[in-house]
Nanobody, 124 residues
């Protein structure tokens, strides 16, 4: 599986961005995909994930603002980010794994495949 993330940029607080993760090699419906982020000086953290069956999981900090979705026909996974805050500034990565337990969802070593990061900068 190869992943390529894009869609980052500079946006003002309360604005929106949509990140895209293009997948090749296997359909994204056959694995779990997560969006992680890493801010300067901080550990990488899970933002949102979508299981192969379609169920989703979100970090508390983004619930109600971010939405993860998948287009199986286009082999794409998206992260719609609304009401962005300066604290959302980070490099965002998409990652995938054929199988992951809910308890390990937020552990980045659970993921076998990673895309390159895309930088999101939210100005106040």
């Amino acid at each position: 599986v190869q992943l390529q993330a894009c869609g980052g940029g500079l946006v003002q607080a309360w604005g929106s961005l949509r990140l895209s993760c293009a997948a090749s090699g296997r359909p994204p419906s056959t694995y779990a995909t997560g969006w992680f982020r890493q801010a300067p000086g901080k550990q990488r953290e899970l933002v949102a994930a979508i299981f192969s069956g379609g169920s989703t999981n979100y970090a508390d900090s983004v619930k109600g603002r971010f939405t993860i979705s998948r287009d199986n026909a286009e082999n794409m996974v998206y992260l719609q980010m609304n009401s962005l805050k300066p604290d959302d500034t980070a490099v965002y990565y998409c990652a995938a794994t054929p199988r992951v337990a809910l308890s390990a969802l937020a552990v980045d070593s659970s993921y076998d495949y990673w895309g390159q990061g895309t930088l999101v900068t939210v100005s106040s």
